[in-house]
């Protein structure tokens, strides 16, 4: 229901549940940061009629309050993860990837060799096909998606 193995779930788990965003100093406690991970990954999940925060909510047993708030924590305990998992190219790094475009692809010259240039994009799956130009989603891999670059 969640989108991920238990592995996964544990694993994002332990990376986020010490984050700022889910301690106060209230007397009330917040809702376990497992349950609010479930929430949220639930809910991204999902497309469509079931994707409403209405239903989500219904599915987990507490308000659409809750529902958004969950998702902004979690939202921004995983966003503060980024540089632990994403960082600029070396310049070797670079260079071997330059070496590897010209050899795949041909692509040679200064127009871009300095620059940016996308040349590989990983396929987000979608729950669903999308309801609006669904045809135009679907992939190699016979399944409805995005590709991400970056």
Known sequence: MLRVSPNVFETILRLIEDHPVF???????????????AVTLYRMGHYGNGASVQDVARMAGCSEGAVELYTDRCQEAIMSLHEMFVRPLTDEEKEVEKAWIEKH????????????I????????????????????????????????V
């Open 118 to 149: 996308m040349y590989d994009g990983t396929i987000i799956v979608l729950y669903a096909r999308p309801g609006l130009d669904g045809d135009a989603y679907y992939t190699r891999k016979c399944n409805y998606g995005l590709n991400a670059q």
């Open 105 to 116: 692809l041909g692509l040679t010259g200064s127009s871009w060799w300095e620059g940016w």
């Open 23 to 37: 301690h106060n100093e209230s007397n009330n406690e917040q809702t376990p940061v497992r349950t609010q991970l």
